[in-house]
Structure formats: structure tokens, C-alpha cells
């Protein structure tokens, strides 16, 4: 089955935004599939359907408000939280869903309501960027920019068979580790060169740009 066959044609309003003042009279929907007919009755009229083999569940869980609207610290922009699910009490720990999740990074605090606190050292929070101390964040920058100064400079030497390899390169996936992808390329990650490649070029950008600024 498709998802789009779950598609149909709906008046906006026929949908209920409130529940009936005798909830007994809530509408129900009853599909005969013996007949392969729909009938549109009255939900206390249930009971018509009903023989004294037939088993009636009642669903007695309750939905609670799991979605949240919260501003973020310093800029206010206005972040919605969904909750997924409880996973410490004590700690009031929650699996959510936020978005625009591209705004949102971790350290970063989230009020809900009218207040919001704000002490003076949230002035210098551009100095702080959280997920540079986790997951070898900088060095995985660094390695890339070295092996991609690499390729480029071989390619530069070199032209066209250079560039057959980076086609190849790119074309390996996740056939093997990157070390390895990069090897068959000619960029051998496992030593300094690459890395002081980088920098010598990163230094000749350095002094040009204090050449150009006089």
C-alpha cells in the first residue's frame, strides 16, 4: 500500500475543533464489510451493533499537550518543541523533536513562557561554540581542509590524470575508509605532509591578505 492512496478531498470544515457537548452523540462511521457499505450514524447507537459474543474495548489513555513553542536565548527566535517521550523523570530528560532544528545547538537554552533570563555574560556567547569540544569537531575541519589542499594541488600539477582519480575518489563511497580513499588518490593522511601543506598555504594566504591591507 501507498501512502498516496491515503489521499482524499476534505472540507476544512467538517473537522471537529471541539468535542460534542454530550460526547455520546459524537459521530461514528460504520463499515460493513460484509455489504461494503458506510453508514453515518450516532456514536450512542453503537450498541446496535453489538450481540452478547461481541467484545467492547474501551481506550482509556489521554492525550497530553506534547507540543511546545519556546524562544531562544539572546536572539528570541521562537523554536517548537515536540515531545516524544519520557526518559528520566528526575532529571526531567525528554526525547523531542525541535524546529527549525538548524537553529538549535547544544548548549544552547530555550525559555518558554513570559520570562526570560538573561545574565551579562550572554554578550560573549559568540565566543562560545559548544560542539567544537566533542567528537574531534575541530580536528575533523582541520584534516579535511589538509587532504582537500592535496587533491587540489595535484590536480593543479598534474591535470587530467588527477582529476580521472578524484572522480574516482569521489565515486568510492563507503567502499573503504577515508584513510584509504584518500590513499588511492595519493593523499596519504597517515603522514605530516598534507598538514604542512595546509599551513604553508594557509600562510601565504596570511601574507598576501596583510600585503593587500597595506
Not at 96 to 125: C, H, Q
Not at 140 to 152: E, G, L, N, P, R
Not at 178 to 201: K, Q, Y
Request: glycine share 6%; aromatic share 12%; charged share 30%.
Amino acid at each position: 500500500m501507498k501512502l498516496s492512496q491515503y489521499g482524499y478531498d476534505f472540507s476544512a470544515d467538517l473537522l471537529a475543533k471541539y468535542p460534542a457537548e454530550n460526547r455520546d452523540e459524537s459521530r461514528l462511521m460504520v463499515v460493513n464489510r460484509a455489504k461494503g457499505t458506510i453508514e453515518h450514524r450516532i456514536f450512542k447507537e453503537i450498541i446496535e451493533y453489538f450481540d452478547e459474543k461481541d467484545l467492547f474495548i474501551f481506550n482509556d489513555t489521554k492525550v497530553f499537550p506534547a507540543r511546545l513553542y519556546g524562544n531562544k536565548e539572546k536572539t528570541g527566535a521562537e523554536i517548537e518543541i515536540f515531545l516524544l517521550r519520557e526518559l528520566n523523570r528526575e532529571l526531567r530528560l525528554w526525547d523531542v523533536l525541535v524546529d527549525p532544528a538548524r537553529k538549535i545547538r547544544i548548549g544552547n537554552k530555550l525559555y518558554f513562557g513570559d520570562t526570560m533570563i538573561s545574565d551579562d555574560e550572554i554578550a560573549l556567547e559568540w565566543t562560545r561554540i559548544p560542539h567544537f569540544y566533542y567528537n574531534y569537531y575541530v580536528f575533523q575541519y582541520a584534516t579535511s581542509f589538509s587532504a582537500a589542499v592535496a587533491i587540489a594541488n595535484r590536480i593543479l600539477r598534474e591535470g587530467e590524470s588527477a582529476v580521472r582519480d578524484y572522480k574516482k575518489f569521489l565515486s568510492g563511497g563507503c567502499s573503504k575508509e577515508p584513510v584509504e580513499l584518500l590513499r588511492d588518490m595519493g593523499v596519504d593522511m597517515r603522514t605530516s605532509a598534507p598538514v604542512n601543506d595546509a599551513l604553508s598555504l594557509f600562510g601565504e594566504l596570511i601574507d598576501e591578505l596583510s600585503a593587500l591591507l597595506g
